[in-house]
């Protein structure tokens, strides 16, 4: 049973590029949400997909943007890339209906900015 | 606002020292709490979720347990391998699950 996968595992960008990451969900699950977590500290909220649809929103500029397709995977899009933008970037995967249920993560891209 | 502390930042113990990891939360409406373990370069290892105040979960040397304010992880005779960063997050019933920032674990042998 595969679980969430990521790709890339590592991408070294400069100031001003965009970047595309990409996530398969755990096999049976149809929710999508991805997460930003900077160095030595925990996971912060981005967005969630569910049905091809942003359903929520953290705090982040609109830079950050998304997609889920049909088969349920995922990508993260980050335009005008910053400094501040190196970090692990998580995908994690859930069912609708278990929402209260823990979501699986990946182990994540990590994204330098140079 | 919704949020979620955790203490220590940094606990280093012996190999058999018993411990406890705190997480403490400010949210409106809890519809989970949950923790995680995370390894270095790894993504979060999901390990218990608790529902209401007085709720316990155990496995091996890990038990979690919950009241109204804040949730503790109780590491019974730690072994090297249960070095990580343990983290803490809640549910609060939207689609946003908020994290605290982790304790990082040392067992030394």
């Known amino acids: 049973d595969a679980g969430v996968t990521q790709s890339p595992t590592h991408l070294i960008k400069t100031r001003g590029q965009q970047v595309t990451l990409r996530c398969s969900p755990k096999?049976?699950?149809?929710?999508v949400s991805w997460y930003q977590q900077a160095l030595g500290q925990g996971p912060q909220f981005i967005f969630q997909?569910?049905?091809?649809?942003?359903?929520q929103r953290g705090n982040f500029p609109d830079r950050f943007s998304g997609h889920q397709f049909p088969n349920y995977s995922s990508e993260l899009n980050v335009n005008a890339l910053l400094l501040g933008d190196s970090a692990l970037y998580l995908c994690?995967?859930?069912?609708?209906?278990?929402?209260?249920?823990?979501?699986?993560f990946g182990d994540g891209t990590r994204l330098s900015i140079l | 606002e919704d949020q979620v502390t955790q203490s220590p930042e940094a606990l280093r113990l012996q190999e058999g020292e018993s411990s406890s990891l705190n997480c403490s939360y400010t949210?409106?409406?809890?519809?989970?709490l949950f923790w995680y373990r995370q390894d270095p370069g790894k993504g979060p290892e999901f390990l218990f979720t608790?529902?209401?105040a007085g709720e316990e979960k155990e496995k091996e040397r890990l038990k979690a347990t919950l009241t109204k304010k804040e949730s503790f992880l109780h590491i019974t005779a730690p072994k090297p391998e249960d070095s990580a960063t343990y983290l803490c997050?809640?549910?609060?019933?939207?689609?946003?699950?908020?994290f605290g920032a982790g304790t990082r674990l040392f067992v030394k042998a």
């Open positions: 096999s049976g699950h149809d929710t």
């Open positions: 994690a995967s859930s069912s609708v209906q278990t929402s209260n249920q823990p979501q699986h």
């Open positions: 997909y569910y049905e091809e649809e942003e359903r």
């Open positions: 608790l529902y209401s």
């Open positions: 949210v409106s409406g809890l519809r989970g």
């Open positions: 997050a809640t549910n609060t019933g939207g689609f946003k699950t908020i």
